[in-house]
């Protein structure tokens, strides 16, 4: 052991570098963990350890996912029980799911074999790296502590948890329309040939998160069930988790949806943790009570895992349902979540008879929260589906659209039964982008068993005026010699061709119109 100078802020530029430390809770893992907190913090890392973070009245669960969120570096404390730890791996894929780089960080001075504990924290590719207080380690040129080596690891990941966290945030924009149509709740309506199937399936047009009166929202989100930070403006479940929080003058006062999936999956014995499967539905309630979603008379959110991430959590890596079964299982799913929900709240999990002896007994002189597990006194009623994987899965609507339309039928037809009913008077189909409104429109007009019920459609004259040209022009002429991605990508690129040409026939009708008015308008600003 070699005595160094243990002040190494002349040595580091750690200023808002967030380190997290995971580490298993027993005496020698702590210790370390301790230790690291210690020296970290005096060199000017701001460090996250539960035992020194958490104070009275904490939500810890809720702290710990915070400040992974926040972090630019985890390192995970290495020893050979550290993967029975349940809560290092959830750290661990927490971290995965914020696009945070990860530091394996060996800490047992005896040489004993890790490759299990890697693999089980799927880190057997994770290059580690050794901590052992002053000890010396050499890297071929100099020799150095194994603080000095660690404190060169976190400068080096830090920067790269920062160029990855922009580089998803940028192909994320990319991967989204730049054509945001016009918000409109009700814009085309159709219905059933069965006549015992009530229900109208609408289309709605824009931003989800602007309508009202509408009982669950689907969010369409990744299997680790991370919702998208609050400034990424640009995908539904940011704006989701950003119009369902508290938000007082500007300041976050509850991240209020977040935290009820992190609780819910915390609290359900059928979840092994994140990831979870695909196409499985998790309920949360809207939001805070003043948060805008409540104020629009919003009740549930429905998060449907229809994205999975990779082990190395790169954008490229994001990997949307691609099935169409797929696809209409996740739709089944939520929709059966509506029966669920109406029979036992938001509670996952049925109770057996002994569950609710045993509650009746623990319950005498407590309030039962009847939202979360009772019957619920008013049925949901309407539902509304973004277009699963068109966002950050980069799926086209042309493939989404139609095995979604058909499962919302199935599940319509397989409910008329008086022993099976459901509750649902209206489905919504949102879609966000206008130059997917043509495909939604036509895999619900040309649907076998439904019609458009035109005295019931609310289109303004822009949309309605769209989708009459996109008729008369019709699908482009396919070349049968070409694959199904090629003619897909024609498609798509053909209603990407006309939204142009429509906007741009638009804006010249507008500047013939503004030339006529020039006089009234010069007058206008006179008076």
Not at 154 to 175: A, F, G
Not at 428 to 445: C, E, G, M, Q, T
Request: hydrophobic share 30%; aromatic share 6%.
């Amino acid at each position: 052991m070699v005595a160094q100078d243990t002040s190494y802020n002349h040595m580091i530029n750690s200023q808002n570098i967030r380190v997290f430390i995971s580490y298993r809770n027993i005496k020698y893992s702590k210790m370390r963990a301790s230790e690291l907190y210690d020296r970290l913090t005096e060199a000017g890392y701001t460090t996250f350890i539960d035992t020194e973070e958490l104070k009275g009245g904490d939500t810890w669960r809720g702290k710990i996912y915070e400040n992974i969120r926040n972090s630019d570096v985890l390192l995970v404390l290495l020893e050979p029980t550290t993967a029975n730890s349940e809560w290092v791996q959830r750290e661990v894929d927490m971290a995965r799911g914020c696009h945070v780089s990860i530091l394996p960080l060996r800490i047992s001075e005896e040489e004993l074999d890790i490759g299990d504990v890697q693999e089980k924290l799927a880190l057997s590719e994770t290059q580690y790296s050794y901590y052992q207080g002053e000890y010396e380690v050499y890297d071929g040129k100099n020799p150095k502590t194994s603080f000095e080596h660690l404190i060169e690891s976190i400068e080096r990941l830090s920067k790269q948890t920062r160029d990855n966290q922009k580089t998803w945030m940028k192909n994320l924009e990319l991967r989204r329309h730049t054509d945001p149509a016009e918000n409109n709740q009700v814009c085309m309506t159709y219905a059933a040939d069965n006549e015992k199937i009530s229900c109208k399936i609408h289309l709605a047009t824009g931003d989800m998160t602007r309508f009202k009166d509408i009982d669950v929202f689907v969010n369409s989100e990744n299997d680790y069930m991370q919702m998208a930070r609050i400034f990424e403006t640009s995908t539904l479940s940011s704006a989701l988790r950003r119009e369902g929080a508290y938000i007082k003058r500007g300041r976050m006062i509850e991240d209020t949806v977040q935290h009820e999936l992190d609780r819910q999956i915390e609290n359900t014995k059928a979840f092994c943790g994140r990831p979870i499967m695909m196409g499985q539905v998790i309920p949360t309630p809207a939001g805070h009570p003043k948060s805008n979603l409540c104020k629009n008379n919003i009740r549930y959110i429905f998060h449907v895992a229809t994205v999975r991430m990779g082990a190395d959590m790169m954008n490229e890596n994001l990997t949307p349902i691609e099935s169409s079964s797929g696809l209409r299982n996740a739709v089944k799913n939520c929709l059966e979540m509506v029966h669920h929900v109406n029979e036992h709240g938001l509670t996952l999990e049925e109770e057996t008879d002994d569950d609710k002896s045993e509650q009746k007994k623990s319950s005498k002189g407590t309030t039962k929260n009847k939202n979360q597990t009772e019957k619920l006194e008013t049925p949901i009623k309407s539902i509304a589906f973004p277009l699963f994987g068109t966002g950050v899965g980069g799926r086209s609507a042309l493939e989404v659209a139609p095995p979604m339309v058909e499962a919302i039928y199935e599940f319509l037809d397989e409910h008329t039964t008086d022993s099976n009913p459901t509750t649902l008077e209206h489905v919504y189909l949102v879609v966000y982008s206008k130059s997917d409104i043509p495909f939604v429109h036509d895999a619900l007009r040309t649907h076998k068993n439904l019609t458009v019920v035109d005295e019931a459609c609310h289109c303004t004259d822009e949309t309605r005026e769209f989708l009459k040209k996109w008729e008369s022009r019709g699908m482009p002429k396919q070349n049968t010699s070409k694959t199904q991605n090629e003619l897909a990508a024609e498609i798509v690129h053909s209603v990407q061709e006309f939204v142009k040409l429509s906007q741009s026939s638009d804006d010249e009708d507008d500047t013939q119109k503004s030339g006529s008015d020039n006089h009234k308008e010069d007058d206008e600003r006179l008076k």
